[in-house]
């Protein structure tokens, strides 16, 4: 395989103009997307230490070819412990203060680093970090809509080949299939396909109920391309509908629409909630929409920002975020929509491509 392009050297500077803003003489990353995003290395485990004056990749024997190969421009430093590959670079670079992800690191690596390294400080940052991706750059946006592309397309083969009969792990499988053949890299999360009372369970899992005429049909579903994820989750109605199954549909869809259009850089994010949710509890469904309207996507399938009722955040020009409301029947049935979008200066552009009106699935 062909190593990616390097990432860009502006992602590097922004970090470092950064570390006396937060009280830090330096930067320690642990989370392998992070890491991915600065150094343009694909392994599945690793550290990073970033100084004024440093850049250091650490890997063990199994990555130091590839860690070469893709990370130009960093020192890459082999271990075989990882803990005293930390504190060799650490005590050779390190000085005054350590910041580190918040969320990332355990208690176990945070108390080791403080007995072996007693001279320095380690301070957990989380909302300082929590954002570093969030604004996508135009590669990463090519990248997720091709995600989308291939996770859609895959998803109306499968749809033509829905039988009665068919069971809801079945078709999970089928989709997962289809994705990977597609050129997916991987599925961005475990599909979900929902039928019946099951579609009421907001993250149900594939279950051996089959599928029948009449049953809400929720599936959500993403791929994976060149590391970036895609998101996107459809509601059907199999064979025949009732009335109280459309309207709840066009409930759904209209704040799906409401929330869409409410989308531009500057607006805070939970207005954007608020918009889908003051529409599903005007309709009287309020208690039936139990989840944030969306989230940020892009190296993992849920980042920064959230799109939810306490969200602090603002939206920026190249976020890519969903947009997913839903009403949950317990008992009965559940409706989603959810596309994804990426925000631009003076609204969004939808990246995600199956049609989101309503639709009746004759099987």
Not at 82 to 111: C, N, P, Q, Y
Not at 115 to 131: M, V
Not at 143 to 157: D, G, N, T, V
């Amino acid at each position: 395989m062909q190593p990616e392009q390097p990432p860009p050297a502006g992602r590097l500077q922004r970090i470092r103009e950064r570390l006396p803003l937060w009280s830090v003489q330096a930067l320690l990353f642990l989370d392998m997307k992070n890491i991915r995003y600065l150094t343009g290395f694909t392994g599945s485990d690793g550290a990073l230490y970033i100084g004024p004056d440093c850049r250091v990749l650490l890997v063990d024997g199994r990555y130091i070819t590839q860690a070469r190969a893709e990370a130009g421009g960093f020192e890459v430093h082999q271990y075989q412990s990882k803990m005293d590959g930390l504190v060799d670079v650490i005590s050779r670079h390190g000085r005054g203060v350590i910041g580190f992800e918040a969320e990332t690191m355990t208690v176990a690596t945070w108390t080791a680093l403080k007995e072996r390294l007693p001279g320095l400080a380690f301070l957990p940052l989380r909302q300082e970090l929590e954002a570093l991706r969030a604004v996508k750059d135009e590669e990463e946006i090519a990248r997720i809509r091709e995600a989308a592309a291939i996770a859609a397309q895959a998803f109306s083969a499968v749809l033509e080949r829905l039988r009665p009969g068919m069971t809801e792990r079945e078709i999970a499988a089928d989709l997962d299939y289809a994705i990977r053949r597609g050129g997916a890299q991987e599925v961005s999360f475990p599909t979900i396909v929902a039928s019946g009372a099951n579609s009421a369970l907001p993250h149900a899992w594939p279950q051996d109920r089959t599928v029948r005429p009449g049953d809400m049909l929720t599936i959500d579903f993403g791929a994976v391309f060149e590391g970036y994820h895609s998101d996107e989750t459809c509601t059907f109605v199999l064979g025949r509908a009732d009335a109280k199954q459309e309207r709840v549909y066009q409930v759904v869809k209209e704040a799906h629409d409401r929330a869409i259009e409410a989308i531009r850089a500057g607006v805070a994010c939970r207005a954007i909630d608020s918009a889908a949710r003051s529409w599903i509890e005007g309709q009287g469904f309020g208690e039936s929409f139990t989840h944030g309207t969306g989230h940020g996507v892009g190296l993992d399938v849920h980042e920064y920002p959230r799109l939810a009722a306490q969200s602090e955040a603002v939206l920026e020009a190249g976020m890519v975020v969903t947009v997913e409301p839903g009403v949950y029947l317990p008992g009965l049935w559940g409706v989603r929509i959810e596309d994804l979008v990426v925000v631009q200066k003076d609204g969004c552009a939808v990246l995600s491509k199956i049609p989101k009106e309503f639709r009746i699935i004759e099987i």
